[in-house]
């Protein structure tokens, strides 16, 4: 299901392809992604989890807009117990995660080249055991502020098919979006940060690597924030 066949949802990202592909990065396009493709099913229906992967997996993690798929592909290799599910419509960036599996072999990624949220809206409930969304599109002209993902829009969804206890792991090197992340977050009553000093968000933990984002941020002289939060306990 692709973005032009949801005329009622709004267009969240950029564009779709950057320079063409070089010949082994569209011959990595042609032979995985058929096999680590995921699509959203019809508007309504849920998606069996539980037949994502070809051997059981502990649990689910997500991660929205991966970029390069650098972040995507270690987690997937450190973590080879749980399932992934990565959404990224630019085309460049997918072939970029491919020829990460490609050299490592992982087989517990299902990959989503388009919107994250047809995929969101088909989890089940509480089905999430940890999402990422990290260095989005800061989106910094006002009257494209409703395009960030993180917000009104689509907390509601991660808050849904997240598990009670989820992390919920935001990144971003631009003051303006991580001023406007930490506002929605905190205002949403589902989540808790777990922030205690400024250390907590000033320093990415050991288990969460360096993406090519956060190394052009710290390059160019930005300063990335690293936010963890985890949704709170559902009332029974």
Request: charged share 30%; aromatic share 8%.
């Amino acid at each position: 299901m692709s973005e032009d066949s949801i005329p009622h949802r709004k267009v969240l990202y950029g564009r779709r392809h950057g320079r063409p592909l070089r010949r082994h990065r569209q011959e990595v396009m042609d032979t995985l992604l058929p096999r680590m493709k995921l699509v959203a099913p019809e508007k309504g229906a849920r998606l069996d989890t539980a037949s994502l992967f070809a051997e059981p997996k502990r649990d689910l993690w997500f991660e929205v807009g991966f970029g390069g798929g650098e972040h995507l592909a270690w987690q997937a290799a450190r973590n080879p117990e749980i399932g992934f599910i990565g959404c990224e419509p630019f085309v460049n960036g997918v072939s970029s995660l491919l020829k990460h599996v490609e050299e490592g072999g992982q087989n517990n990624i299902r990959v989503v080249p388009d919107d994250a949220r047809p995929i969101l809206d088909a989890l089940p409930d509480a089905s999430v055991g940890r999402a990422f969304v990290l260095f989005p599109d800061p989106w910094p002209k006002l009257r494209h502020a409703f395009r960030r993902f993180i917000g009104p829009d689509n907390l509601p969804r991660l808050s849904r098919v997240l598990k009670d206890g989820a992390e919920l792991r935001i990144a971003s090197d631009d003051p303006k979006l991580q001023r406007w992340m930490l506002e929605h977050m905190l205002r949403h009553p589902d989540f808790e940060w777990l922030a205690r000093t400024a250390q907590d968000w000033r320093v990415r933990p050991e288990d969460w690597p360096q993406t090519r984002y956060e190394k052009k941020a710290l390059e160019a002289g930005r300063s990335p924030v690293f936010m963890r939060f985890i949704r709170k306990i559902r009332e029974t």
